[in-house]
């Protein structure tokens, strides 16, 4: 449509704008007519104008990338974190340093401290073990049962339970606990102390005492809380080497940081400006071809009287994209296991560029 209506228009230039005489007629200065045909000479004459554009795309290979790491230091108070992920950072720059990777490279894009309550067990010279005893012995009247209570009370056990067994109706238990630490003293302790009740229960008339089972426990570990502080740097690294993505990894796995897995892939700006100017003259040499094309044979192209390049294309980055085919995927397994990191050949970056020009339309002067 935009192809007809040019045409269209240029078969009504005659209509549109006078021949030479008529410019005399319209006061037309003779210094812009020297002017022309100083650029033009006697033979020609500018009689309009004709726009047009042309579309055209260069493709580019990515020369950037970007990924981030992130180091989680912890410590027993908030400086002793801080100073550990101060120190561990400090170690990968100076390594980047030899691979002439400066701090115009790197930007902290996240910065975390936190504090958390660690449950941990005791050391295992605070473990404990419990020595049991199951005692049974006969009780005729509720006499000797309350002065049994009262025997046992001062060693505070309160619980005495019938034994339910057959023919045994007036058999009693209960049960004699020691606390060491140590399973020999624990017994140790535990046999003392039945013979101390033994003799008290004795003194009231209870001899019919006698051992029914026993055993040994260590007693669960104990955890104590402990507050521990946590530090997370995230730095973002950016280069244009991305021969140097596999040894920069394989060193953040080595001081136990978690590469994350966002790398992406873009063109840098100084090389977009580049190509974008080196393909500006051969674009102007098809958009003046296209005009030429279009024109009625009676016109000639003049000089362009004004020209603009627009460039469009997606953000300069590149992301994973499971679908290609043509990818050369591998993987490198941080050392926490807890994360992939995909390294990928990045597609070719594309510039669509649209070039707008309006030029002088040129007409033979009719000589008489």
């Known amino acids: 449509m935009k192809k007809t209506f040019i045409l269209i228009l240029l078969l009504n230039i005659s209509t549109i704008f006078p021949s030479q005489a008529n410019y005399n007629e319209l006061n037309v200065s003779n210094s ?3 002017l022309q045909q100083l650029k033009y000479g006697k033979d020609l004459i500018p009689v309009g104008q004709i726009n047009s554009s042309i579309i055209d795309s260069i493709k580019l290979k990515p020369d950037t990338v970007e990924f981030s790491i992130t180091l989680e230091t912890e410590g027993a108070t908030p400086t002793e974190a801080s100073d550990l992920n101060v120190e561990t950072m400090k170690k990968l720059k100076n390594y980047l340093n030899t691979l002439n990777i400066t701090d115009d490279n790197l930007v902290t894009i996240d910065y975390k401290n936190r504090v958390k309550t660690i449950a941990k067990e005791n050391n295992q010279e605070d473990n404990h073990y419990q020595a049991f005893l199951n ?3 006969t009780i005729d009247d509720n006499d000797s049962f309350i002065n049994l209570n009262k025997a046992l009370d001062k ?7 019938q034994l339910e067994e057959e023919k045994l109706t007036n058999y009693y238990l209960f049960q004699i606990t020691a606390v060491a630490n140590s399973e020999s003293k624990a017994k140790e302790d535990l046999y003392q102390k039945y013979t101390n009740i033994a003799n008290d229960l004795k ?5 019919n005492v006698s051992i029914k089972s026993s055993f040994v426990r260590q007693i669960d570990t104990d955890k104590i ?3 521990r502080y946590f530090i997370n740097n995230t730095l973002k690294i950016k280069i244009n080497r991305l021969d140097l993505i596999g040894k920069i990894i394989a060193k953040a796995q080595e001081l136990k940081m978690k590469v994350n897995n966002d790398i992406s892939y873009s063109v ?3 090389a977009i400006q580049t190509a974008v100017k080196e393909h500006e003259t051969l674009l102007l040499n098809q958009l003046t071809t296209k005009v030429q094309r279009l024109m009625a044979k009676q016109y000639v192209v003049g000089a362009p009287i004004s020209l603009e390049i627009q460039s469009r294309y997606p953000e300069a980055i590149y992301e994973r994209n499971n679908s290609s085919s043509d990818q050369m995927m591998f993987k490198m397994v941080s050392m926490k ?3 992939n990191v995909d390294i990928y050949t990045p597609p070719e970056y594309e510039i669509t560029l649209t070039l707008s020009g309006s030029f002088e339309t040129l007409k033979k002067v009719e000589q008489n």
Not at 155 to 161: G, K, M, Q, T, V
Request: charged share 15%; aromatic share 12%.
């Open 32 to 34: 812009y007519l020297e």
């Open 135 to 137: 005692i049974v012995l």
């Open 225 to 227: 809380n402990e507050q």
């Open 155 to 161: 060693y505070n056990i309160n619980d005495i339970s």
């Open 203 to 207: 003194n009231i008339g209870l001899t």
């Open 268 to 270: 840098s700006p100084e």
């Open 337 to 339: 296991n807890y994360s």
